[in-house]
Each structure stands twice: as C-alpha cells, then as structure tokens.
C-alpha cells in the first residue's frame, strides 16, 4: 500500500495542490436475515478501493476509483486536483485546515472471536432457534432474526506527514415478532434498540447476548400489545428506556451539534439545527443534571476509532456540561467558524468513494444514580416506554414526535397497565430541560446506530448512543382523538 500512497502524494503536489490526502479501504461485510423459517438474506461482499481529497488554489476536489493500480492513482490524483482549481473559480473563500500534528501510527479495535472465522451453519442454526420460539403462536405473522458483521482496513496519508493504518470490526444482531389480529398490527423487537444492538466487538457479542432466553418473551408482548389499551392522552411524568433514549440523543442532540448543518453547508437527509452560533455556549440546552459526552475513544461503539477521515486524532468532550451547551461537532475545515484552534475529531466518509463530512461520534447521556425500579418507585402518575416505531422531527430539530413499541402506565410508583401506540412529543430544549432524574452507572447501556444517513449523495455512519433511563416531567403523550 505504501508504494500506491508515495505516488498519489507525489502525482497532487506535481498537479499543483497545496494540501492532499489518500484513504485505501478495504472493507468486507456479511448479512444473515431469517424471515419466517426462511434463509431471506446471505450477503458476503468485499470491495477495495481509494480516495484522494486535495485542495489547490483554495478550493477542494475529490475523486475515487475501485482500481488500484499505479496508472489509476495517477489519473485520479489528477483529476481531484483538476475538480480542485475548477471549483476555486467560484469559490467565495479559500479552505483553511486548522492544524493537527503528523502521525504515525497503527490502530486496531479489539476483539475475542473473528466472526468471518465462526461456521455459517453455527450462526444460521442460532437464527433459527429464535424463529422457531417466535412463531410458536399462529398470531405472530412475521418472525424476523438477523446477523450482521463489518470489516474495514483503512491506511490513510497526506501531504503534511502523517500515515496512519487503522482495523475496526463490528458485528451486530437482534429480532422481532409482528403480531396481526383483525385490523390491529403490533411488533415487539429484542434487544430494547431501533435495530437490534450493533458493537464494535467480534462474535462474542452474539455469543454474550441472551437471544434465544428473551424469545418467548418477546413474542408474548407482540401479542398481549393486540388487546393492549390505548396510550392514555395528555400531560404526564416520562420515563424512557436507554435503547428509546440512544435515538432520542442521536436526532435531538446529534444531528443539531454537527457543525456543517449549524451554518448551513448541509442540510440533506436530516435539515438544518436551530443551535445557532448567537447561542454558543450561552444556550440551556438541558436541565443541570444533563451532561452529554461526545467519545470516539469509547471502548465498543460503532464510532470509536484512532483518527478521523482528516487525520485527526479521536477525542473526548462535553458537547452539554450541566445543562449548557459546550461545543459542537467539527472538522479541519469548519473549525476556525467556532473560533477554535483544532479539529474536534470528527470528520468520516462512508466508504473509499465518498469525500469525509462532519459525522457524528459516539454521543452518550451520562449515569447520575439509582435503579429503574427506584425511578419507577418515585413517580406518582407517568409512562414508561421502550423501544422506537416510529419518530418524526422537523427540519430545525426543534419540534419532535417519538412512538414506542410498548408502554406501561405507573401509578403511585408502580408500574401498571400495558399500553399499545405509546407516543410523545415535545420541543428539544423544553424537553430537555424538563429532564428531573437519570439512572445510576448499573442501568447504562451503549447502544448502535449502523444506518445514520447524511448528505447528498447519501451516506451511511455508524455511532453508537449511552444512556440510562431517565425521567422528564410534564410530557405531551398520546395522540389526540
């Protein structure tokens, strides 16, 4: 590889770049779907590939291949550095890298048992042992499992110096039962998570999962939610679950922290943020108990790593501290807008074929104290609710609307009645602010996101999202009639 990454670097300054920077991927995935007794899905793909990002005459230009050769590196640095000087003829000022220093450097996420390594008959016969205990009641209309695991070998360099090699495996499971009966539809998934839980860990995560223990279960809920009451309608004490919390984070904390979206260099897929730069660090974003932490050094989440796509390497850091908003998310390029100093780490490409953006990290809530069931013991009249259907938020990410698989009522501290079509809504900041209780370290739970989109062309980012359940007062739920 270091004889491909000599020539690009070589090939762009000759080209007339000032700054240029080359990314080989080698990336293999596998995808396992059961469906109904049913093999619906068996993927094994493997690409290779590279992309070169250059900036001349202080514009930026991008260009890729899936041809590794050297008459291809040639003819792609070139043509980056020829969209580069085309784009500086319009361009309205020039792209300023805030500084970081070389490295050199090798990266590699741990893991116990390389799941490429495990018998595709081992992995196919767990499936459908949870197929066959899902659909044991003839009401459960779909029963679908599934296994997914990623390999990406990533060697980056660029022009200042730096050359950093970088190995991250991930896997990922879960299933659900879908119960019909009349014209009433209700899912149950496991885990408590959007899509199952994604970590960065080999096959000891499925192994270390109790999948087939948490069946049964899981279809009986699907099935009692079909004759389940209504979620009652008004204004009530919330407690929500880690796994619901993780995407009440990513779309309301998240999204509206990335740097790009804020000053409106992007606004594709997810729309713009209402955290303008006039409220930078003076913005009660949440109650005094919420402090959110961006960590792409968190062992197992999806957006761990050594080094972004800049080169820059990972860090810690409050995005909110005791309610106050912080910092956002940034890269080399948009740094300097929040007068800093140096990139906060989090610029990715999805892929060898797509040019980095401000992406998200691993984004977590953190523990204060105090069990679930304390937490339920201390709320007088409220809801309970778990794992994501459906959500919508608009384009400011501001006003927001969450429905949940399932809900318990609580009344006088104990958890009551099931409720169907659980739903809440609210504004970002009041909603946050409203926040009165966060569960201890012994309740927190890192949950992955494998499918966060962005950007125009598309694409896909993986982060992972901590959190314990935690309450917050006087919520809008239901729907009204």
Request: contains cysteine.
């Amino acid at each position: 590889m270091k004889k491909f990454i000599k020539l690009a670097l070589k090939t762009i300054k000759k080209a007339g770049a000032s700054y240029g920077d080359i990314r080989i991927i080698e990336s293999r995935k596998q995808r396992i779907d059961i469906k109904n007794g049913e093999n619906e899905r068996l993927d094994n793909s493997t690409t290779v590939g590279f992309g070169i990002r250059v900036i001349a005459n202080g514009a930026q230009g991008f260009a890729s291949s899936s041809n590794l050769s050297d008459r291809e590196i040639r003819k792609v640095a070139e043509k980056a550095v020829q969209v580069a000087k085309a784009s500086a003829r319009v361009r309205k000022g020039s792209i300023k890298l805030a500084p970081e220093p070389v490295h050199n450097d090798i990266w590699t996420s741990p893991y116990l048992v390389d799941p490429f390594q495990v018998p595709m008959d081992e992995k196919l016969s767990l499936l459908m042992q949870i197929d066959k205990i899902l659909r044991q009641d003839d009401r459960i209309k779909i029963a679908h499992s599934f296994m997914s695991f990623w390999n990406e070998h990533q060697w980056f360099a660029s022009s200042e110096g730096s050359f950093i090699e970088q190995n991250m495996l991930r896997s990922g499971c879960g299933f659900s039962a879908t119960a019909v009966e009349g014209d009433q539809v209700q899912t149950r998934s496991y885990p408590q998570s959007h899509g199952g839980q994604h970590s960065q860990m080999g096959y000891e995560l499925i192994l270390g999962m109790p999948l087939k223990e948490n069946a049964e279960r899981v279809r009986e809920e699907a099935i009692a939610l079909l004759s389940a009451d209504e979620c009652p309608q008004g204004e009530k004490d919330l407690i929500i679950g880690s796994g619901q919390l993780a995407l009440q984070i990513h779309e309301s904390i998240g999204h509206p922290s990335e740097l790009d979206r804020v000053i409106g260099m992007e606004a594709n897929y997810a729309g713009r943020s209402f955290v303008t730069t006039d409220l930078y660090k003076d913005f009660h974003y949440g109650s005094s108990l919420v402090n959110i932490v961006a960590d792409a050094t968190l062992p197992t989440g999806l957006a761990t790593f050594g080094y972004d796509d800049d080169g820059v390497r990972a860090q810690r850091y409050h995005i909110i501290q005791q309610g106050l908003y912080k910092m956002y998310l940034t890269n080399r390029e948009l740094a300097h807008v929040v007068d800093e100093n140096h990139s906060r780490g989090c610029n990715r490409a999805d892929g060898f074929n797509n040019i980095p953006m401000i992406r998200m990290i691993n984004i977590s809530l953190m523990p204060l104290q105090g069990s679930l069931d304390d937490l339920i013991a201390d709320t007088k009249d409220g809801l309970f609710v778990e794992c994501n259907k459906s959500w919508s938020i608009d384009q400011s990410r501001l006003n927001f609307q969450f429905s949940t698989e399932i809900g318990w009522e609580i009344k006088n501290g104990k958890k009551t009645k099931m409720v169907k079509n659980a739903t809440y809504q609210g504004i970002t900041p009041k909603f946050w602010q409203s926040c009165d209780a966060i569960c201890g370290q012994e309740e927190w739970q890192l949950w992955g996101v494998p499918n966060c989109g962005k950007g125009q062309p598309g694409q896909t980012a993986e982060i992972s999202h901590g959190a314990a359940p935690a309450r917050f007062r006087n919520v809008t739920v239901g729907v009204d009639k």
